[in-house]
């Protein structure tokens, strides 16, 4: 087989790279170690950029999107028994972030893309990647007990932080920065509706919580727990006590319980890896950074990776240049920090850290009471929550 940009895995990313690159007019084969269902399985967030609605608006795979997604114009915070609202439309100059789920871009990506007739490779195993340091690179995998080999121009690791994409890097090529934070996020999912129109972040002593939901109907609500903790642990009566407990008496009241459809403890970590290009390997999403999921970033994150190469990749094709491929890893990098720095300052606000201590509480109620009566640092806030422009 033989492609202009092989690209492994068929996450969001990587169904989003695709389909931007045969927008432009490259031919592209994905190639994903798990099934179609499997990758459809996976439960994330979904809140959405008004970059990231753009560039599925480019795509043509937006029209459920609009229809379905919920457009917040806000966000709540809640500390000392009360609510206290971000207007992200009104600071930021009328820009929003939509509710839409994760699993719902990619179905949506996916049917797109089997609708035009794309290649698709699911359960390729031992996929490995060869002479990408030259100008012949190859994927190779085994496909129903037959080794295949794609030959291609370029290869895009879209295949996620345990993917073999990165694990290909010779080790004194990439430089790797990591933190992982002393908790996690017991997370359940629940046929209920929101307690609020917007999602509520909540810094109570007891630890952070979040009230969020993938529609009117169905709910997705976290607590922050121990890292060690077990799911076992936690009966649904049991989880709905404490989030209630950590939420003001009008929310706790509002709240609305239900059997939970999944349950699960997530840690959370910042990573990034450096470059992000290797001769024609790049790398993109959680391939190459993970974020806390308190700001909102990871997936919007990887569609403006994809947004950055596919543009460079149309560059050079279209335009026989390679500026836009040099320029790559310095300029996604620029954002992704960025992006890293609000992740970490929301966790760190919002969060109980077990070195916090009675001073280190006072200090984030001040600055959460700054933040709410300050226009300068709401606007911080908000531009940042909306998602900052990708630069070209």
């Known amino acids: 087989m033989r492609t202009q940009v092989a690209i492994i895995g068929a996450g969001p990313s990587g169904l989003l790279l695709g389909a931007l690159l045969h927008k432009a007019g490259i031919a592209n084969v994905i190639v994903e170690q798990r099934s179609a269902e499997y990758v459809l399985g996976r439960i994330r967030a979904g809140v959405l950029e008004q970059g990231t ?62 609708a035009t007739g ?10 490995s990647l060869h002479d990408f340091d030259g100008s012949h690179p190859q994927v190779r995998f085994n496909k129903d007990g037959v080794t295949q080999t794609l030959d291609c121009e370029f290869i895009a690791g879209c295949d996620g932080y345990h993917g073999v994409s990165r ?43 979040l009230c969020s ?20 642990r936690w009966s649904d009566d049991t989880f709905w006590d404490e989030l209630r407990r950590r939420l003001d008496p009008v929310a706790a009241e509002a709240l609305v319980t239900g059997p939970s459809i ?27 950074h993970i974020v806390p999921p308190t700001g909102a970033k990871g997936l919007n994150l990887a569609a403006a990776d994809v947004g950055y190469l596919a543009r460079a990749l149309a560059e050079h094709y279209a335009e026989k240049s390679d500026a836009g ?16 720095r609000f992740s970490w300052w929301l966790t760190s606000l919002m969060h109980k850290f077990p070195e916090t201590g009675a001073f280190g509480q006072r200090m984030q109620a001040a600055e959460l009471d700054y933040l709410v009566h300050s226009t300068a640092a709401a606007t911080a806030m908000a531009e940042n929550y909306v998602g900052l422009p990708m630069e070209w």
């Open 53 to 114: 609605v753009g560039l599925l608006d480019q795509v043509g795979v937006s029209t459920r999107l609009h229809r379905e997604g919920l457009v917040h114009g806000g966000v709540e915070l809640c500390f000392g028994g009360a609510r206290h609202r971000i207007d992200l439309h009104a600071l930021t100059g009328g820009k929003t972030v939509t509710v839409y789920g994760q699993t719902e871009v990619t179905r949506d990506l996916m049917e797109a893309r089997a």
């Open 118 to 127: 794309l290649a698709t490779i699911y359960e390729a195993e031992g996929a």
């Open 167 to 209: 694990q290909s890097v010779p080790a004194g090529a990439l430089q790797t920065f990591e933190r992982i934070y002393p908790f996690g996020w017991l997370g359940v999912l629940s046929e209920t509706p929101p307690v609020s129109h917007e999602l509520i972040y909540s810094n109570h002593e007891r630890g952070f919580a």
């Open 213 to 232: 939901m993938r529609s009117m109907t169905r709910s997705r609500h976290y607590v922050q727990c121990a890292l060690d903790d077990k799911v076992e």
């Open 262 to 288: 999944e349950k699960s403890i997530a840690p959370l970590r910042s990573f990034v890896a450096e470059p992000l290009r290797f001769g024609r390997l790049f790398l993109a999403g959680d391939a190459a």
């Open 325 to 340: 491929i040099d320029h790559y890893s310095q300029r996604a990098l620029r954002r992704i920090w960025r992006a890293e």
